[in-house]
């Protein structure tokens, strides 16, 4: 069929056919790198902004212990309700941090682990208020014992164990997402590396294959010249 079309009509379908070629090679390329750039929105929405804030709540834990400590040693009434209003603070932010996770947990572990840090927070909230309540009646001695006795200290443990918990196993999602990232990368690196080879191999194929097409009618062409030239007006020539 080619050998029927004329020699612009080639260099036209040429030129068309590796159009076509670069603008699937384009497109895929483009496509793999959309993905890759969602992921990457993924890993950080979902992994690192999550794993920072749990790293925030874990110091916020114990920063609003060492708060609650000063407040009861604390013989100034100002700087008593100062550091009050701070360890509330900060306990806002935990409750308002944990409202925001919540929706967000997507396997039963972590839901299971975010229970767990519910009710031990609960437990310890439940502590904590009594020995609020003890030191603004001016009853220190009580506060401090409220504050280090069995049950303040162990439901500390088991908040601070769930934080914890909670932590390590964003964590370890996170390493399984990067790990799924990195893979997906490599393949998308093995695809495009195959589809630029069989794009060149088909590229040059087409290539030849239109050269020749346009070529061989050129030598027919010179060729019938020359035997004109020499006399013999037989020769012929095909229309391309």
Known sequence: MLKNLKIGTKLL???????????????????????????????????????IEMSNVAVNFKEARIIMRESMESTDAARKQTLIEKRNTIRKSVDDWAARLEPKLE????????????????????????????????????????????????????????ITNLVEAKRAQAKRVAELNRDKAGTNTHYMGFAIIVSVLLSIGFGLTITRQIVVPLQQAVAAADKIAGGDLTATLTST
């Open 107 to 162: 396997t039963e572990k972590a839901r299971t682990l975010f229970a767990a840090f519910k009710e031990a927070n609960l437990a310890y909230g439940v502590c904590i208020k009594k020995t609020i309540e003890l030191d603004k009646a001016g009853k220190t001695e009580e506060a401090k014992a409220s504050f280090y006795s069995a049950e303040t200290e162990n439901t500390a443990k088991e908040l601070q164990q769930a």
């Open 13 to 51: 379908s040429a030129f068309l056919i590796t159009t076509v070629i670069v603008i699937l090679l384009g497109g895929f390329g483009i496509m793999q790198m959309h993905a890759m750039a969602r992921n990457s929105d993924v890993m950080y929405e979902q992994m690192l902004e999550p794993l």
